[in-house]
């Protein structure tokens, strides 16, 4: 039975790897194609069997592996800190149009805030995982937020980690401020943003009509002139 269950948890493991090399690719790109990397950092997590047993002993649900694989969807997690609001969707769009990724539900704690001042997007997403033996469909939760968003959620965590859940109402309180001046802080920054990228952002070339003459001479240490002349010196 242990081994089943470590085997069960694996899955999810290789699904969090799964993401985050798509994840990776894409911070890879954008430091190659374009003037900034809207994503500043990625974590991930995967919950602890015992945390997922007790899951599913509070949430009343069939102690069975069906049925943590059908009820219990967050047992995976990755999150990505974008630098701007408008990055958070950009990112969004991105995963959600790979072909081998599945949206099976969208929560937009941004548009429509948790009561406690809570702010991210979450989605729940199915990925392929090819095992040795068998291919599986795995869920994944993946939470996009700002530098911001993200700041005030892990003083939240650590807050109510300490106080086991009865924060006092004053830090409720203060925390519901923060995260309206967290958000206040987005909107600055999402505007300076705007203004720097309207104001210096060139028209892109398109790659494939790029003359390459001045890489290739650049590579191979032949003058320019030379190229354009069949490789031979330029007659006088």
């Not at 085997?7 to 993401?19: R, S, V």
């Not at 990776?24 to 809207?38: A, K, M, Q, S, V």
């Not at 300490?162 to 924060?167: L, P, S």
Request: hydrophobic fraction near 35%.
């Amino acid at each position: 039975m242990r081994g089943q269950f470590v085997d069960f948890m694996l899955g999810y493991k290789f699904a969090i790897d799964e993401i985050t090399t798509k994840i990776t690719i894409l911070r890879e790109d954008f430091n190659n194609t374009h003037e900034y990397n809207p994503i500043e950092h990625v974590g991930s997590r995967l919950k602890s069997p015992e945390s997922v047993l007790e899951k599913v002993r509070r949430k009343n649900y069939p102690m069975n592996l069906a049925s943590i694989r059908e009820n219990v969807l967050d047992i995976a997690g990755v999150r990505v800190v974008c630098s701007f609001i408008s990055d958070i969707e950009k990112i969004s769009d991105m995963l959600a149009g790979q072909e081998d990724i599945t949206v099976l539900e969208k929560r937009d704690y941004i548009t429509h805030r948790k009561p406690n001042g809570y702010q991210s997007l979450h989605l729940i997403v199915s990925i392929p995982v090819f095992r040795s033996d068998r291919t599986e469909r795995m869920p994944v939760e993946i939470q996009i937020r700002t530098i911001a968003m993200d700041f005030w959620a892990s003083l939240e965590h650590k807050i109510h980690y300490k106080y086991r859940g009865e924060v006092p109402p004053n830090l409720r309180s203060d925390l519901a401020q923060a995260a309206e001046v967290a958000t206040q802080l987005d909107e600055k920054m999402e505007a300076l943003h705007s203004q720097v990228d309207r104001a210096t952002t060139p028209k892109p070339t398109p790659p494939d009509t790029l003359d390459l003459t001045e890489l290739y001479s650049t590579i191979t240490n032949i003058p320019e002139s030379n190229h354009r002349h069949g490789g031979k010196p330029p007659r006088p």
